[in-house]
């Protein structure tokens, strides 16, 4: 049985879908929302203050109630905590980025910028260059950051963004066992520079060549122990750098 503030929550999404709102406009006043939806103030109110909980709807005191204009940072959030509570594992992380990736990178070959090729570019350079592995590791995740960015697709962007607080450690772990079960770290860096190279030159083949392997040793040097795992559960929690 349908609870009346539900009406408000189905009359909003519905008015966005048919493009009748977008982020920053501002939605009929409560008593204009009652008359209009056979309902209670009572149930506009609680029907706004779901949406208001879940990001959709931002609501300003003494002006009234909006479509929220940061509804992709909200989303991130939600997804992130889905991550962490559902516990999800490494290989399965992987598997995740591995698809996001893959289908950012077919997308950023033609959609990269001048700008966002300038700092793969500088990125590339310094994880080549740079001599402390913490410094490395933030160069690392920038590249795959701007690589995403670049595919100028937001659901894509937003399930990436969505696993910074749980990529953050992933990623500094990962490198060490991967650089470990090598014995080097040319491979690595060897794949790092042909994706980039391959985003740069609109070379698809060689940049995906490129991103496979990156995959590929992880695959094969980066899997976790049931110790090393554990120790990820704790570095998790302890974890202030998230991806930006």
Request: aromatic share 6%; hydrophobic share 35%; charged share 30%.
């Amino acid at each position: 049985m349908e609870k009346t503030y539900e009406r408000v929550v189905e009359y909003v999404k519905e008015e966005i879908l048919e493009g009748r709102l977008h982020p920053g406009d501002r939605l009929p006043s409560e008593r204009e929302l009652a008359e209009k939806l056979g309902t209670s103030r009572n149930s506009v109110r609680e029907g706004l203050r779901v949406l208001d909980n879940i990001g959709i709807v931002s609501s300003q005191h003494g002006s009234g109630n909006y479509i929220a204009v940061n509804f992709n940072e909200t989303m991130t959030e939600m997804l992130a905590f889905m991550y962490i509570l559902k516990g999800i594992k490494e290989d399965q992380l992987t598997d995740f980025r591995r698809s996001i990736e893959r289908e950012a990178l077919t997308l950023a070959v033609a959609k990269v910028t001048d700008q966002q090729k300038k700092e793969l570019r500088e990125h590339l350079e310094k994880l080549e260059t740079v001599r402390t592995e913490s410094a490395r590791v933030r160069h690392d995740k920038a590249i795959h950051q701007i690589l995403v960015t670049a595919s100028g697709n937001d659901f894509l962007i937003t399930n990436f963004m969505a696993l910074n607080n749980f990529i953050d450690r992933y990623i500094r772990s990962m490198r060490s066992r991967i650089i470990n079960g090598m014995h080097d770290q040319h491979l690595l860096a060897r794949a790092h520079r042909d994706l980039v190279e391959g985003i740069l030159e609109g070379n698809l083949e060689k940049g995906m060549s490129g991103l496979m392997r990156h995959f590929e040793y992880i695959r094969i040097y980066g899997g976790e122990s049931e110790e090393q795992g554990n120790a990820m559960k704790v570095e998790k929690a302890e974890t202030t750098d998230p991806i930006v």
